[in-house]
C-alpha cells in the first residue's frame, strides 16, 4: 500500500487527485492551511474519521512558507510520492500580492525540495516528487505550446511557476532526485474555486436563470485557453510518478476556445441570451493579457498513452447543471425567507 501527500490538497485538483489514489488503494496524506473556518468542502465525502480503521485520508496543518513544517510533516508520513499542488493560483491576485505569490509558488517549491532531499538522506529512502506547472507560464509565447517552447510568462503567479518549474529541474538534475514536471493548461470542473472564469460564468449563468442575478461583470472575452476537465489532468499526474524515468510534460486538449465561446456554450444551454446579461469591466482585465494558450500533448499521449476523456461540451454541461442545481437550492432558502444576497455578490466577484 503506497503512501502519498499532497500539498494543495483541499483545493480541486488535490481534491480530485486525492480520489484518484484513495481508489488505487494509496494511503493520502494532504497539508492544508490552518482558518478560523472549515476549508475542506472538496474532500467532505472522502473524509472519515481518523480514529476509524478503514480511514487511509489524513490532513495535517501546514504552509509552504514553513520549511520546518514541512519537513516535520515529510518524517511523519513517510511517503513514497509527493504532489505539490500548492500555490496562490489566481493570475489577478498574483499582481496584487506579488510577494506572497513569489515566496509561496517559487520559494515555497524550494523549501519542499530541500526538505524532501533531507529527508530522503535522512531516512535512506528514494520519494518520487510531480511538480504542478502552468500554461500561464508560456504567457505570450506563440501557440500551440509544447514542452520546447520557450516561457513568456506575464504575471507574477507565471514567473513564480516558472521559477518552480527550473528548480525541479535543478533538483531532479544535481541531486538524481525523481521529479516530474506537469505543465497543465487549464482545467475546470464543478469543484472549481468561484472567481476562476469558468465556475465565474457558469455559477452566475444559473442564478441569472432562476432570477436570483441580473448581470455578469467580466474583463478579456477575447482570451483563448485550451480547456479540459480536472478529473482527467490528475489522472496525468499520477502517471507521470508511475514512469521508469522523470520528464516534464505538457498536458492539454489540443483545442482552444475563447471566454466569449465558453459563455455562449453555458447560457445557451440554459436558453438564454448571453449578450443581454453580460457586461465588461476594467477591473477584471489584467496589467499584462495573455491572448492564447493551445497545448501540444503528441509528448503525453505517446509517451504516457493519457487523453482527456471528457469533451469541451461536456465540461460545459456537468458545470451548469452542478450550478444550476446549487442555484436551485438558494432559490428554496430565498423562499423560504433567508437573505442570499451574500451569495449573489460572491458570485459577481
Known sequence: ???????????????????????????????????????????????????????????????LSDGTGLRRVLEQVQPQEVYNLGAQSHVKVSFDEPEYTADVVATGTLRLLEALRDHMANANTTVRFYQAGSSEMFGAAPPPQSEKTPFHPRSPYAVGKV????????????????ISNGILFNHESPRRGETFVTRKITRA????????QKK???GNLDAQRDWGFAGDYVEAMWMMLQQEAPGDYVVAT??????????EATFSRLDLDWKAHVETDARYFRPAEVDYLLGDPTKVKAALGWSPKVTFEALVSMMVDHDLGLANRELLLKNAGHDVNAAGEHAQR
Open 216 to 218: 455578469l461583470y467580466l
Open 1 to 63: 500500500m503506497k503512501t502519498a501527500l499532497i500539498t494543495g490538497v483541499t483545493g480541486q485538483d488535490g481534491s480530485y487527485l486525492a480520489e484518484l489514489l484513495l481508489s488505487k488503494g494509496y494511503v493520502v496524506h494532504g497539508i492544508i492551511r490552518r482558518a478560523s473556518t472549515f476549508n475542506t468542502e472538496r474532500l467532505e465525502h472522502l473524509y472519515r474519521d481518523p480514529h476509524e480503521p478503514e480511514s487511509r485520508l489524513f490532513l495535517h496543518y501546514g504552509d
Open 163 to 178: 521559477a518552480a518549474y527550473w528548480y525541479s529541474i535543478n533538483y531532479r538534475e544535481a541531486y538524481g532526485m525523481f
Open 205 to 212: 449563468a444559473a442564478r441569472i436563470k432562476l432570477g436570483l
Open 254 to 263: 489540443g483545442e482552444a476556445y475563447s471566454v466569449r465561446h465558453f459563455l
